[in-house]
């Protein structure tokens, strides 16, 4: 899986592309924990580029969210494609996960 | 008639199975959103029994088939050895999960959301998980 990386003031972007399955979702998971490691605990993933999550990827996100919580840092999933975010409601986790579609209010969520 | 895959246990075929189901369900005219929902339960039947019946060991196979009947399309994943309970295990809610943060447990949960029929079948040798969906009349327009 192709995953582009880019550091911004506040903040660092992965953006994954291709499905997000139980074969791929390991690369993510890495790395996030990469990252994590480094001490970079604000984090956007935008998901544009993911056309399909399966329960792995929905599970490497989630697998995160109290460590995120801990560091004090935030962890935001943003553009999800229709199928994908239909997902995240099936499952309830659009109330556990922040997801944010504007760039104006990613900006303003990292400030704050 | 059914349309039929045998595959090897890697992770890396899930994707080619996912492509043979969404290849025959449009040859069926099933609606996108029927498709990917019955694209992600088989996905997650498939990886369940790749990684935990398996192992991802390669040098062994499942097969996947597909058939409709009437309004119901089936999805039968063939795999040996003993079948995991997936149609009455009853996972750790949400919050159990992220407070282990673990990174299993949801698959089952969507499999069952996602379908309207799991079974398993049990043979001397083999089991069938069987998913089925009701599928609406009308496909895209």
Not at chain 1, 39 to 67: K, R, T, W
Not at chain 2, 16 to 32: A, E, G, Y
Request: proline letters at 2%.
């Amino acid at each position: 899986m192709e995953i582009n990386e880019i550091q911004e003031s506040e903040f660092v972007t992965l953006k994954p592309v291709g499905d997000l399955d139980a074969n791929s979702s390991i690369e993510l998971d890495i790395h996030i924990r990469r990252l994590l490691d480094a001490g970079q605990i604000n984090l956007l993933i935008d998901c544009a580029g993911v056309p399909y999550m399966s329960s792995a990827g929905l599970g490497v996100f989630v697998s995160y969210l109290d460590e995120f919580k801990d560091q004090k840092g935030k962890l935001v999933l943003s553009n999800l494609t229709p199928n994908v975010a239909e997902v995240f409601d099936l499952l309830g986790l659009s109330k556990l996960v922040t997801i944010i579609n504007s760039k104006e209010e990613v900006a303003n969520f990292f400030k704050g | 008639m059914k349309a039929h895959i045998k595959v090897a246990c890697s992770k890396q075929n899930l994707a080619l199975i996912r492509d043979f189901v969404k290849s025959r369900l449009k040859d069926m005219k099933i609606s996108t959103k029927e498709s990917d929902q019955i694209v992600l339960a088989t996905d997650e039947a498939c990886a369940n029994c790749i990684i935990h019946h398996h192992q991802c060991d390669h040098t062994t196979s499942i097969e996947v088939s597909l058939y409709k009947q009437k309004d119901i399309v089936y999805i039968e994943i063939k795999d040996k050895g003993h079948a995991f309970p997936i149609h009455n295990y009853e996972p750790n809610n949400l919050e159990d999960i992220v407070k282990k943060r673990a990174k299993g447990g949801l698959g089952i949960m969507l499999i069952n959301k996602l379908m309207d029929e799991v079974q398993i079948e049990e043979h001397l040798d083999h089991f069938i998980y069987k998913l089925g969906k009701y599928i609406s009349t009308s496909p895209d327009r």
